[in-house]
């Protein structure tokens, strides 16, 4: 029986070591933490990573811990709490749904799908060394070494991994930062995303949890340089102060918050190489994103499908045509988000005036025309392609 070990069990590790166990591969997946679990965060489902998961038969447990289906996006003044425009996701094909979900639940779901798969966990599972020497092999912390037919790296931005392939990163630091929190949904948030634009900064809102909670993201540009990372805390009070122009609906949900994180937005480049003999980058490991168009989970759950795919296919060997089969779209992603914070940070002016009006009225005139702007992405079904 061919083996494959997984570094990392976040969405993509969990979900390519669910699809390569269900090919009948002895699968091993190395958690460095002492439990396999996400707190105070959630996430948004595109189309596009809602067909992997629909493949793997997780649509209906998604919807059972409380996913939200989202039925706009919606761009709002951050003074008048007044739509700018309305992104009508409910004129996506009817199979194409969009949900909002928290991200302990779908870590949940699919770590209970990867234990029926067979998938053995190890936690506190830390790696010190990954090596092509030979046969695909790894050192642990402890110094027990592990090898296998297949090495996959979901381990994130840090990759142990990516370094073996590639020659070191320079990230650098994009002057924004990012709050993220959960508040009870005592402002009757819709089963919409706003986005509610500010001068330098904007604020992200969606309801998850059948809607009893709403997940906040708040990015603020600033000079001043913060560390990577989701686990560093900070005071409620840098965020209500960094966002005391806000008004309304906004004001009220960040009033709310009383615990909160934050982390510094670095830009990582796509690594050059994704695969090696045996070794494999899945997801943040191999081309991080920054969150400005929700597609971090979704790449990853798109490039759990597609590795798992080509291991089918082609056996170990054909590793190599994973990347090429997914480096032309994840760079797209890549470019779009990268784009889209400047579009929401607008200052006050001619511009913003005459940009904000465009966007009104492209929103009252052409729903169907924006949301068609995004067929190449919410459209694509990687599972079919």
């Given at each position: 029986m061919?083996e494959?070990?997984v570094?990392?069990?976040?969405?993509?590790?969990l979900?390519?070591?669910?699809l390569?166990?269900?090919?009948?591969?002895?699968v091993?997946?190395?958690?460095?933490h002492?439990?396999?679990?996400e707190v105070?965060?959630?996430?948004?489902i595109?189309?596009?990573?809602?067909a992997v998961l629909?493949?793997?038969?997780?649509?209906?447990p998604?919807?059972?811990q409380?996913?939200?289906?989202?039925k706009?996006v919606?761009?709002r003044d951050?003074?008048?709490?007044?739509?700018?425009?309305?992104?009508?996701?409910?004129?996506?094909?009817?199979?194409?749904?969009?949900y909002?979900?928290?991200?302990?639940?779908l870590?949940?779901?699919?770590?209970a799908?990867?234990?029926?798969?067979g998938v053995?966990i190890?936690?506190?599972?830390?790696v010190s060394?990954?090596?092509?020497?030979g046969?695909?092999?790894?050192?642990?912390?402890?110094?027990?070494?592990?090898?296998?037919?297949?090495i996959?790296?979901?381990?994130?931005?840090?990759?142990?991994?990516?370094p073996?392939l590639?020659?070191?990163?320079?990230?650098?630091?994009?002057g924004?930062?990012?709050?993220?929190?959960?508040?009870k949904?005592?402002v009757?948030h819709?089963?919409e995303a706003?986005?509610?634009?500010?001068p330098g900064?904007?604020?992200?809102?969606?309801?998850?949890?059948?809607g009893?909670?709403?997940?906040?993201?708040?990015?603020?540009?600033?000079?001043?340089?913060a560390?990577?990372?989701?686990?560093?805390?900070?005071?409620?009070?840098?965020?209500?102060?960094a966002?005391?122009?806000?008004?309304?609906v906004a004001?009220?949900?960040?009033k709310?918050?009383t615990?909160v994180?934050?982390w510094?937005?670095?830009r990582?480049?796509?690594?050059t190489?994704?695969?090696?003999q045996?070794?494999?980058?899945?997801?943040?490991?191999?081309?991080p994103?920054l969150?400005?168009?929700?597609?971090?989970?979704?790449?990853?759950?798109?490039?759990a499908?597609?590795?798992?795919?080509?291991?089918?296919?082609?056996?170990?060997i054909?590793?190599?045509?994973?990347?090429?089969?997914?480096?032309?779209?994840?760079r797209?992603?890549?470019?779009t988000?990268?784009?889209?914070?400047?579009?929401?940070?607008l200052?006050p002016?001619?511009?913003?005036t005459?940009?904000?009006?465009?966007?009104?009225?492209?929103?009252?005139f052409?729903?169907?025309r924006?949301?068609?702007?995004?067929?190449?992405?919410?459209?694509y079904d990687?599972?079919?392609?």
């Open positions: 061919r494959a070990i570094i990392g069990g976040g969405v993509g590790g979900a390519v070591a669910t390569l166990a269900r090919q009948g591969l002895a091993e997946l190395l958690e460095q002492p439990e396999i679990a105070g965060a959630g996430l948004q595109s189309p596009n990573g809602l629909r493949a793997m038969d997780l649509e209906k998604l919807l059972a409380g996913a939200c289906r989202a706009s919606v761009l951050f003074q008048s709490g007044l739509d700018v425009a309305r992104l009508p996701l409910d004129r996506m094909a009817a199979s194409q749904r969009y909002f979900v928290h991200r302990a639940d870590i949940a779901i699919l770590l799908s990867a234990r029926a798969a053995a190890e936690l506190n599972a830390r060394k990954v090596s092509e020497e046969d695909a092999a790894l050192t642990m912390v402890c110094g027990a070494q592990k090898t296998a037919d297949v996959v790296a979901a381990d994130g931005l840090h990759s142990i991994a990516r073996v590639n020659a070191a990163d320079a990230p650098f630091f994009t924004q930062v990012a709050w993220r929190a959960v508040v949904n005592r009757g819709p089963e706003h986005v509610t634009m500010g900064r904007h604020l992200v809102s969606y309801p998850i949890r059948g009893d909670f709403v997940n906040l993201v708040a990015v603020e540009e600033r000079d001043v340089w560390a990577e990372g989701w686990q560093h805390p900070d005071d409620p009070a840098a965020l209500r102060a966002f005391a122009s806000f008004q309304g004001a009220e949900m960040i709310d918050v615990d994180s934050v510094g937005l670095h990582h480049p796509v690594a190489r994704w695969t090696g045996a070794l494999a980058l899945l997801g943040d490991a191999a081309h994103t969150p400005f168009l929700a597609q971090g989970a979704n790449m990853a759950l798109e490039d499908w597609v590795l798992a795919d080509v291991v089918q296919k082609e056996g170990v054909g590793i190599k045509s994973y990347q090429l089969r997914r480096e032309a779209r994840v797209r992603v890549i470019a988000a990268n784009k889209n914070a400047w579009r929401y940070h200052h002016g001619m511009f913003r005459f940009a904000h009006a465009g966007l009104r009225m492209a929103s009252r052409a729903p169907g924006m949301i068609g702007a995004f067929d190449w992405l919410y459209g990687v599972t079919r392609a």
